[in-house]
């Protein structure tokens, strides 16, 4: 007579052993998807964040809002500033976008928009060149960006806060954007 023994399958313990296994896997692998979901939150976030601080600062620097008409002599006399760059008229142009004046040195003033979100916005008082003084051929010379070029610039730092969940009231840096204010005197219109 034949013996019928048959080696195909697993065993039981075989069984066991694999769904052991597999379950450790399988929790490994689950512990990693509430981590994904949260960072896919705060990346959502950021990016908002981001295409808010775009938008914002794209309001800021709007080419129409701060060209000047040229006018002889039209410098602010305690200030020696071009007159379009004059705390008032500053403070004028920030406000219609919703801005406040929050300081302001002899060299950077900072303003603040509160909404869902706080942004500061900072905006350098020193004129950067526009045209690159060694594409020119000459060595840039104090007050050239005031003398020589039609168009000045102006750095801007736009930072976005977002309030902190934990504790209310106080915020933390959530994006940040830079970009240049281009004032620009025009030639008046008419005789």
Not at 48 to 68: C, G, H
Not at 116 to 138: F, K, Q, S
Request: aromatic share 8%.
């Amino acid at each position: 007579m034949k013996s019928l023994k048959n080696e195909k399958g697993l065993t039981l313990v075989e069984v066991l052993a694999a769904l052991v296994i597999l379950g450790i896997v399988f929790v490994g692998i689950m512990t990693i998807f509430p981590q994904m979901t949260l960072f896919n939150a705060k990346t959502e976030a950021k990016l908002d964040t981001m295409n808010l601080a775009r938008e914002e600062m794209a309001n800021i620097v709007a080419a129409n809002k701060w060209q000047k008409v040229l006018v002889p002599s039209a410098v602010t006399p305690d200030t020696g500033l071009p007159d379009y760059l004059s705390e008032t008229k500053m403070n004028d142009e920030m406000a219609l976008v919703g801005y406040n004046l929050v300081s302001r040195t002899a060299t950077m003033a900072t303003y603040r928009k509160e909404t869902d979100y706080r942004y500061e916005a900072d905006i350098y008082l020193n004129c950067e060149t526009y045209l690159n003084p060694a594409v020119i051929g000459t060595p840039p010379a104090a007050g050239m960006c005031a003398k020589l070029e039609p168009i000045k610039l102006y750095r801007t730092h736009l930072k976005v806060f977002k309030e902190n969940d934990i504790s209310p009231g106080t915020y933390q840096l959530s994006s940040e954007t830079f970009s240049f204010l281009s004032y620009e005197a025009v030639e008046p219109i008419g005789p």
